[in-house]
């Protein structure tokens, strides 16, 4: 998994919409018939309803930007992430990306309760897109952070929360992307842990091309970035320095 | 499985006056292709919609979840063949040379159950009661095929209820050579053209919606 020179991402005037689905219309039964009898039969055959999750969402991001996602719930960053990592093809609207994009927003994805701690590492790894032979290399200084000793041997079911979490930590902070996808949230274990998963997830970033993190966390978004883009409602409503973007998320919470 | 075959090879074989050292191989041979062509095409309809949180957190190739599917589907069939062996052992009814062109034959239902769990995976995205009319459709197939009853108990009438079922074929392919014979031409043909016409078409579906899997799920 090895780094490309120049990351950049470009987002042109993007739209993303969500169909949403009644029982009626997730049955091909009723949807055959109400189409077969011109909805004589059944008239539970609806226009489908679609929410607007992203409209003409233009951004562009260039090498070593570090940007965090502002909004409110349900504005969209989220929708973001997954357009950036290629989940959710839009609509309408051009991308281009260079460099591949790893989403770290559930950090157990993919681990399985029944398998070894080691299984896990290869498991979890190889979702993340390492190699058998980059895990291999990489399973040490993985087994070192996430301090189970021998516990690695044993399913991952018989740890506590706290330990499956470091874990998952330690594997998923193992990467070197170009492009880092982070959804609120991170962090993981006890106190004494989060420290040092703390220098941790800033060495990550320091080695990553391109952050993208959505947020609402004030005092981790000034530490990890510097550009931010606010959203509204699928919208987007500015982009620029940290303080002018969050001056304006500021007044709009109060204008409500 | 072994159980299954048991009893209905004994229930049935009775009930037809069957030779049992003809009838409980070929039962079980039958039972034991048909559940791996069955499970194949109901697993495949639920394959993406079980993957649901997978396919929403991280973009991975579609293909992989049909092939871990496939994979786990072919390893329970190679345990339970295991049953066919020792029906076969209990009734020293060795099969001939023959044998070996169920590898082949094994290989092609693959083919064609990748193609066919594919188109199903997308489309039951979308329609959440194609799995169970598949399902339904699935246990009906199993009496009209010949799996549980001989083809020649028909005495050469009706023969259409087996000719023009494709699974019938498919099944063929790997049951007959376990059973010492060669599958037919009409049965390599079918499956040859099955896997040719299933493939075009399913990837046509999965190039046009594709991309609509993640919002359906």
């Not at chain 2, 069957?18 to 409980?24: A, E, G, K, S, V």
């Not at chain 2, 209990?90 to 693959?110: D, K, Q, R, T, Y």
């Not at chain 2, 009438?157 to 498919?170: G, I, K, S, V, W």
Request: glycine share 8%; net charge neutral; hydrophobic share 50%.
């Amino acid at each position: 998994m090895g780094q490309i020179a120049m990351a950049s991402i470009l987002l042109d005037k993007i739209s993303v919409h969500f169909p949403v689905y009644d029982a009626t219309a997730r049955s091909i039964k009723n949807t055959l018939i109400g189409s077969a009898s011109g909805g004589r039969v059944t008239t539970d055959v609806k226009a489908h309803v679609s929410v607007q999750a992203l409209t003409d969402f233009s951004l562009k991001i260039d090498h070593g930007e570090r940007v965090a996602l502002v909004g409110h719930n349900g504005a969209g960053k989220s929708t973001v992430l997954r357009v950036l990592n290629g989940i959710y093809e839009p609509i309408a609207g051009r991308i281009l990306i260079e460099g591949r994009s790893v989403p770290l927003f559930d950090m157990k994805l993919g681990m399985d309760p029944e398998s070894t701690g080691y299984e896990n590492i290869v498991l979890r790894g190889m979702y993340i897109g390492f190699s058998r032979a980059e895990i291999r290399e990489r399973t040490d200084e993985i087994a070192d952070f996430a301090e189970l000793g021998s516990f690695l041997h044993l399913p991952i079911k018989t740890y506590s929360t706290g330990m499956a979490a470091r874990l998952a930590f330690a594997i998923s902070t193992a990467i070197e992307p170009d492009i880092l996808l982070i959804d609120e949230g991170v962090g993981a274990g006890d106190a004494a842990f989060l420290e040092k998963a703390d220098r941790r997830l800033e060495d990550l970033i320091k080695r990553t091309r391109i952050l993208i993190f959505a947020s609402h966390n004030e005092q981790l978004v000034r530490r990890w970035c510097n550009k931010a883009v606010l959203l509204e409602k699928g919208r987007l409503m500015g982009v620029g320095p940290l303080d002018q973007i969050f001056s304006q998320y500021h007044s709009s919470l109060t204008s409500k | 499985m072994g159980v299954t075959i048991g009893s209905i090879g004994l229930i049935f074989g009775t009930l037809f006056g069957q030779d049992m050292h003809q009838f409980l191989p070929f039962v079980a041979a039958g039972t034991i292709v048909w559940a791996l062509l069955s499970t194949l095409i109901i697993d495949g309809c639920t394959t993406f919609v079980s993957s649901e949180s997978i396919i929403r957190q991280i973009k991975l190739p579609y293909s992989i979840y049909i092939f871990r599917m496939v994979w786990r589907n072919l390893i329970i069939f190679a345990h339970n063949i295991w049953v066919f062996v020792a029906t076969v052992v209990m009734f020293s009814a060795w099969p001939n040379e023959m044998a070996w062109l169920a590898f082949p034959g094994l290989l092609l239902v693959l083919i064609n159950g990748v193609w066919i769990a594919l188109t199903l995976a997308i489309f039951s995205a979308r329609f959440r009661d194609i799995p169970l009319i598949v399902t339904s459709a699935l246990q009906l197939l199993y009496l009209a095929t010949p799996i549980i009853w001989l083809p020649n108990s028909l005495r050469g009438q009706h023969t259409y209820l087996y000719e023009y079922n494709p699974l019938y074929h498919l099944l063929e392919l790997v049951r007959a050579p376990l059973l010492g014979q060669s599958p037919t031409l009409a049965n390599w043909t079918v499956g040859v053209v099955l896997a040719l016409l299933g493939w075009t078409f399913s990837f046509a579906v999965f190039a046009r919606y594709r991309w609509r899997i993640p919002y359906w799920i």
